[in-house]
């Protein structure tokens, strides 16, 4: 199988930074798509940040010009650097890995989440 694990959350201040990783292991072929949502208490998970095997990216509006999406396909792992953090960033964040291709089968995993919190 395989799994998705996230490190890097914490509390900051508004104004700071923090940057958010995630490590795909298990018998893993390829990567398709790999990306970061999050959510909020009360709200429904939303798309973070998505960057393809081949380097495109995409953001949602409310934080392009302040994060940036990377990875490492080498070693299966994904980053999320945010900065000028506000409190509307407060939320859980989640890794995703979209068509994942490993020894037994294809699909689609999640991490476990980080929390974020972005408070004075």
């Known amino acids: 199988q395989v799994q998705l694990v996230e490190s890097g959350g914490g509390l900051v201040q508004p104004g700071g930074s923090l940057r958010l990783s995630c490590a795909a292991s298990g018998s893993i072929v390829s990567i398709n798509a790999m990306g970061w949502y999050r959510q909020a208490p009360g709200k429904q998970r939303e798309l973070v940040a998505v960057?393809?095997?081949?380097?495109?990216?995409n953001y949602a509006d409310s934080v392009k010009g302040r994060f940036t999406i990377s990875r490492n396909n080498a070693q299966n792992r994904v980053y999320l650097q945010m900065n000028s953090l506000k409190p509307e960033d407060t939320a859980v964040y989640y890794c995703?890995?979209?068509?994942?291709?490993?020894?037994?089968?294809?699909?689609?995993?999640w991490g476990r989440g980080t929390q974020v919190t972005v408070s004075s």
């Open positions: 960057i393809a095997s081949g380097g495109s990216t």
């Open positions: 995703n890995a979209v068509r994942v291709t490993y020894y037994t089968g294809v699909g689609d995993f």
